[in-house]
């Protein structure tokens, strides 16, 4: 799991991504690229993240993609990450096609709704909460 803040140079870690992998067997990579889009007249959304948490997420994910012989990946961003570029990227590397590609899926649909991310649009340069597509968690006051 890696954390940037800021947009993602989504060239730069996928291809250190392959290269990390490149004298595996692995015989599928599929990778995932979220790209914040020009809506509701933000001009970027910004994230606040609560690392252990998401890492305790992250290495949960990573014991069941190995069970699959399958390795995941992921990096996202933290703070303003401005329309048209990226704040989310993940990959499965497998040495089965159709594992990666099942696992993409689910790593994907599960990241959305249980990270622990907190977003927010930004507009006229301010933050505004996001809670309708922040992730809930018990206790945590205003996200109640």
Not at 8 to 35: C, M, Q, T
Not at 91 to 120: G, H, M, Q, T
Not at 126 to 137: E, F, L, V, W
Request: glycine share 6%; hydrophobic share 45%; net charge negative.
């Amino acid at each position: 799991m890696e954390l940037y803040h800021g947009p993602l140079d989504v060239k730069s870690i996928f291809n250190r991504w392959l290269d990390e992998h490149a004298a595996s067997n692995y015989g599928a990579f599929i990778p995932f690229v979220g790209i914040i889009r020009e809506e509701d007249d933000i001009e970027a959304l910004s994230f606040d993240i609560y690392e252990p948490i998401l890492q305790k997420w992250f290495d949960a994910w990573q014991e069941k993609a190995m069970q699959r012989g399958a390795i995941v990946k992921m990096a996202h961003a933290i703070g303003d990450v401005p329309v048209h570029t990226s704040s989310y990227v993940s990959a499965v590397f497998s040495p089965k096609r159709r594992v990666a590609l099942e696992l993409i899926e689910e790593f994907v649909e599960d990241f959305k709704a249980n990270a622990p991310i907190w977003k927010y649009d930004v507009k006229k340069g301010k933050r505004i909460y996001a809670g309708d597509r922040s992730t809930p968690m018990e206790g945590a006051g205003l996200l109640k």
